[in-house]
């Protein structure tokens, strides 16, 4: 494929176009500024909910589509509303922390609510694992279940991410998708919602589709993109199962690892 002809960029945030300090470095804006000249949309991709990237995008001076909550939300920046969103049945929710915690024992569950508006809220014992975003600590679970959510975070006080979404994978069946998207952040969202539906809703809402994307990602939850994409990225240091599946392997976020390949791909003028 000629390097102009991808027409869509979709990358992650964390651990992917972000640096550890929730920064978008100037190499990777004017890196982000090429694609636009050359005519190619880019997308972000998150699984932040809408309402944890709004500043983020005006600070990058978007005012397009972007993809968040896993794939739950796809999300106008210039009109400040969702176009598409789809939520987690809550009883559902429950069933499925039920059955996870009667494999693994106690977990600490946080929710994102739905809407451009919607809180994030923590039970008592979960730490979030981006300090930085804001959250609403309730006094029990049940508190986590007063409006729609797009989905729950989990985490446990002993095991391993990969060994709690193994477990999780195992017991949830069809009552929700479980990813995991960083350190700490095993989710469950609605099912067969992943990353690849959003960014396909979105990319036909652009005209667009998957033979000409190139997606960045660093995490398991990154992988259905990867599969619906033309080309995917991994990040130095992305999970092994991300690797895996990747095309091409750059540098790291720290390192603009999204920036060097797009200096590739779109040269400058």
Not at 51 to 65: A, N, Y
Not at 220 to 234: C, L, Q, Y
Request: with cysteine.
């Amino acid at each position: 494929m000629e390097p102009t002809a991808y027409a869509l960029v979709a990358t992650d945030l964390d651990g992917t176009l972000l640096r550890g300090d929730d920064t978008v470095s100037e190499r990777s804006r004017a890196a982000l500024a090429r694609v636009a000249r050359a005519g190619a949309y880019h997308l972000v991709v998150t699984g932040r909910p809408a309402p944890r990237v709004r500043e983020l995008l005006r600070g990058l001076g978007s005012t397009g589509l972007a993809v968040c909550g896993q794939g739950a939300q796809v999300y106008d920046a210039g009109t400040d509303r969702l176009l598409w969103s789809v939520t987690l049945d809550r009883e559902l929710a429950e069933t499925a922390l039920g059955k996870i915690e009667a494999e693994v024992g106690q977990v600490h569950a946080a929710v994102d609510q739905d809407g451009v508006e919607g809180l994030t809220l923590i039970e008592p014992g979960y730490l979030m694992p981006h300090p930085t975003l804001p959250a609403v600590r309730v006094g029990r679970r049940d508190d986590l279940w007063s409006a729609p959510i797009s989905k729950v975070l989990l985490r446990h006080p002993v095991l391993s991410d990969d060994e709690l979404a193994a477990t999780a994978r195992a017991v949830v069946g069809s009552l929700a998708t479980v990813t995991m998207s960083g350190p700490g952040t095993v989710e469950l969202q609605p099912c067969g919602v992943t990353k690849a539906t959003g960014l396909a809703l979105a990319a036909d809402r652009l005209g667009l589709g998957p033979r000409r994307t190139i997606a960045f990602g660093d995490m398991p939850n990154d992988i259905p993109m990867f599969a619906w994409a033309a080309r995917g990225v991994a990040m130095a240091g992305a999970h092994p199962e991300l690797r895996a599946v990747a095309d091409e392997v750059t540098t790291s976020n720290e390192d603009d690892g999204v920036a060097v390949v797009l200096e590739r791909l779109f040269p400058a003028p």
